[in-house]
């Protein structure tokens, strides 16, 4: 008999044993494990913005475009008033051929326009264009630059067609620049165009034109800019930036000597 039970005792627990499963109990608060995945690269667009906004400065909330429009289009308006050109062009074809001032020419050279050297006897910059290594003309200043598209435009017999046309005219301006062979992209005059309405630039041939005030329907006038000073900037580099003389930061800045340090806030433009 008590063999019988010591039998029947191995037995059970031999099968018990054998029957156990592992049990897996969730809690209530865990959380479930994700699948581990690559995180796919910024499309093109998004690129595009990062870099953008990397090239404006962290105290303005204009884009490298606007700021480009509020730097330059005093000149472009000067400009209209001694040689006719409409403003809204000017600038234009200076945001598409400079990249809104962000390319090598304009950078380098101050040659905001692309304008080749054709008997240049000036300064000089090398880039790749149509061709390998074509030359460029090379300016001290980037008011220069836009000085010489307007000699450009208005020296040139091929251009004099453009001048029959009216002053606040900028599609006619646009469809003729491409007529006179200013460009071989077929598309230079609806890519002029869009900027053109997209940034509302015909506005400055409004103002130089009397039809427009100023200081009273230009917003944009009432937008002030600072400048965070990173690792490279010299008071030089800046005034060159942002369309102005070394002395004219050191004055509205207040500064005495051209010492700036790391994270020193700049007075670009005040209200």
Same mark, same amino acid.
């Given at each position: 008999m008590k063999k019988l039970l010591v039998v029947l005792l191995i037995s059970f627990v031999a099968l018990s044993c054998g029957s156990k499963k592992k049990v897996v109990t969730k809690k209530k608060n865990s959380k479930p494990k994700t699948e581990q995945v690559e995180v796919e690269p910024k499309t093109t667009s998004e690129t595009k913005n990062t870099s953008e906004a990397s090239n404006v400065p962290k105290h303005s909330n204009l884009n490298s475009t606007e700021l480009y429009i509020l730097n330059y289009k005093a000149i472009a308006m000067d400009e209209m008033r001694k040689y006719k050109i409409p403003a809204s062009i000017t600038l234009a074809q200076g945001i598409l051929e400079s990249g809104s001032g962000k390319g090598r020419l304009s950078v380098e050279a101050n040659n905001?326009? $692309? /304008?080749?050297?054709? $008997?240049?006897? $000036?300064k000089?910059?090398?880039h790749d264009d149509d061709r390998s290594q074509e030359c460029f003309r090379k300016y001290d200043y980037a008011k220069t630059s836009f000085e010489d598209h307007s000699a450009f435009l208005t020296t040139r017999g091929r251009y004099s067609n453009l001048f029959k046309l009216k002053p606040n005219d900028y599609k006619a301006w646009a469809k003729g620049l491409r007529s006179a062979g200013y460009a071989t992209d077929k598309k230079y005059p609806q890519? @002029? +165009? !869009? @900027?053109i309405e997209r940034y509302q630039l015909d506005k400055y041939d409004d103002v130089v034109l009397g039809k427009r005030a @100023? !200081?009273?329907? @230009?917003?944009? =006038? =009432? %937008? !002030? +800019? =600072?400048?965070?000073?990173i690792k490279g900037d010299t008071l030089y580099s800046l005034s060159r930036k942002y369309n102005m003389t070394v002395d004219e930061l050191k004055r509205i800045n207040r500064l005495k000597n051209n010492n700036l340090s790391l994270g020193q /806030?700049?007075? %670009?433009?005040s209200n």
């Open positions: 905001h326009f $692309g /304008i080749k050297c054709h $008997g240049w006897k $000036g000089k910059i090398y890519k @002029l +165009i !869009s @900027l @100023l !200081s009273k329907d @230009l917003p944009e =006038n =009432n %937008i !002030s +800019i =600072n400048h965070k000073v /806030i700049l007075i %670009i433009k």
